[in-house]
């Protein structure tokens, strides 16, 4: 009882505390000229700045990092193929090598996550995209599995700050009327970092040169990885240019500071003064009020309190008027992931064992026919045929690219129809229609079909993808929103995880089993998001 007194004693010290701060300031603020005091709400702040230049800048920034994702991630499936003879990779090992880059994520995620919820999103933000550039860099440099595989890991741990904390970010600075939208413009640059790497991948792996020493090597893949690098380091450089989220700010107790985002962003917006902007102070959210006593404390006893914030926000993350909502996130998540990763980072693979049977022989058949098939073997030596090997054709690498530019149609669609159609429909019909794509993939005997089917389980799993990015910034409130798309995130790399190590175990001896394990999970998963609740066009939380 008495802790209750003293909590209820603080929070009341600390809104007269915000509130008298934010008076004396609005005060300083208005010297120029007399002007009566006007309060807002958030979500009425943030509709006051306007929409225009800023939120565009922000939206190139954001998206960036959305790509650098992309491309992290499916960096190693176009490296695969090249780098399977000077790193002596069996399917296994690739499995393993695709799905630690998920693990790091899965780590990150919830460490940068967390983090952004006590220290702020950009700063995280901007640390963790430093730590993906330096150590994905650094992996072009290893000579050995092993050291390749940490790299690649510490590398993912530093990616798997870009979802939660860019997510949470940028939605914090739309206004309710623009956020699907605007989201899923964000959520497009992933197909942008898709092209990128692919393009990237075909422009540099096919390339023959080689510099070697007695114990180094560096020949076109690993120019490629180290290129790959470049996205992550940029979005560090350009978020320096960007202010901390209002949203953020407030809740940290820092009314003064929110409104100076506010009023820069409606100058940039506008082209008028700051002291035109309308709202000299901002209504706090209980949750906000609930840390504002915080601000400003020394930085040991911040950190002390930093570290039972995370364990608290975990725990809160499954509290009673949220709890279903992130239980079911967490199955779709990893169902979505597992199936779509699980099969997406095997196209390069898959294409250049296509290719090479079709090299060899004039029939039809389906991938689970050629997926062992090595030309010009005894069988006695998985790495007999590297003696005579040569970079993928060129053709494995257009394949990929087709497949790589093949959602720009879905997510085009889903940029204008997200409001329209709401989220729980774009998820429904994704994870079903790739399900499906996934199941047919198994059938076809083609190439040209194995190519068309490729293209349609990415177009249309882009929409489900696109419809998650927004569900998961908009069903948690904003004192957990990214620890809460943290959690679900975790769950989701998880799900790449397995379907990655799954895949490569059994795609030479059981092909069906993968595939139709990722059928199964897409659409379960689909039939899973008619239970979650309608978040379009409503306001954050």
């Not at 510490?154 to 739309?174: D, H, K, M, R």
């Not at 994704?430 to 389980?457: D, E, K, Q, T």
């Not at 177009?459 to 990214?482: K, W």
Request: aromatic share 12%; net charge neutral; charged share 15%.
């Amino acid at each position: 009882m008495e802790m209750e007194q003293d909590a209820v004693s603080e929070s009341s010290s600390s809104r007269s505390s915000v509130s008298q701060t934010s008076v004396k300031k609005a005060d300083k603020y208005d010297e120029g000229g007399p002007r009566r005091s006007t309060r807002a709400d958030y979500e009425t702040a943030i509709a006051a700045t306007d929409y225009g230049k800023f939120h565009y800048w922000l939206l190139l920034a954001c998206g960036w990092a959305n790509a650098a994702d992309a491309v992290e991630i499916l960096c190693v499936s176009f490296l695969l193929p090249s780098a399977e003879c000077d790193l002596l990779l069996t399917s296994t090992d690739k499995g393993i090598l695709s799905a630690i880059v998920f693990l790091g994520m899965m780590i990150g995620g919830y460490l940068w996550g967390g983090l952004g919820d006590s220290l702020g999103r950009r700063g995280v933000l901007m640390v963790s995209m430093t730590v993906n550039a330096i150590f994905g860099m650094l992996s072009s440099l290893a000579m050995t599995f092993p050291t390749f595989l940490v790299l690649r890991f510490l590398s993912g741990l530093g990616i798997g700050g870009s979802i939660p904390v860019t997510w949470s970010y940028y939605a914090e600075f739309q206004p309710k009327a623009r956020r699907g939208a605007m989201l899923s413009f964000l959520a497009a640059f992933w197909m942008v970092g898709n092209f990128v790497v692919a393009g990237l991948a075909w422009a540099i792996i096919p390339l023959t040169f080689s510099y070697e020493s007695a114990n180094f090597q560096f020949n076109s893949w690993r120019l490629f990885t180290l290129l790959c690098g470049i996205p992550s380091l940029s979005v560090a450089v350009t978020l320096i240019f960007f202010p901390e989220s209002p949203r953020y700010l407030l809740s940290q107790g820092d009314e003064e500071g929110a409104l100076q985002v506010f009023r820069r962003i409606f100058t940039s917006n506008t082209g008028r003064p700051a002291s035109q902007y309308p709202f000299t102070n901002l209504e706090l959210d209980d949750d906000m009020l609930s840390t504002a006593s915080h601000h400003g404390e020394k930085l040991f006893r911040r950190i002390k309190k930093i570290c039972h914030r995370v364990a608290t926000q975990s725990k809160a993350a499954f509290g009673p008027t949220v709890r279903r909502s992130m239980i079911l996130m967490i199955i779709i998540n990893f169902a979505i992931q597992f199936g779509y990763y699980g099969l997406w980072l095997w196209f390069p693979e898959l294409f250049n064992r296509l290719q090479i049977y079709y090299e060899d022989h004039n029939v039809t058949v389906s991938v689970c026919e050629v997926v062992d098939f090595k030309p010009n073997t005894t069988g006695q030596d998985p790495f007999e045929h590297c003696q005579d090997a040569s970079p993928p054709d060129n053709q494995v690498f257009i394949n990929a690219f087709i497949v790589a530019i093949a959602p720009l149609p879905a997510n085009v669609w889903t940029i204008f129809h997200m409001d329209k159609l709401g989220r729980k429909f774009f998820l429904v019909f994704s994870m079903i229609g790739s399900g499906l794509a996934a199941f047919l993939i198994w059938l076809v005997r083609s190439s040209a079909g194995n190519l068309a089917l490729s293209c349609i389980f990415g177009a249309v799993s882009t929409m489900g993808f696109n419809a998650l990015d927004c569900l998961g910034a908009e069903l948690f409130p904003t004192n957990v929103r990214s620890t809460a798309m943290s959690i679900t995130l975790a769950a989701a790399r998880l799900g790449a995880i397995l379907g990655n190590i799954i895949f490569g175990v059994f795609v030479d001896v059981a092909c069906a089993i993968p595939i139709l394990l990722v059928a199964t999970l897409l659409i379960f998963g689909g039939l899973l998001g008619l239970l979650l609740p309608n978040t379009t066009k409503e306001p954050l939380l």
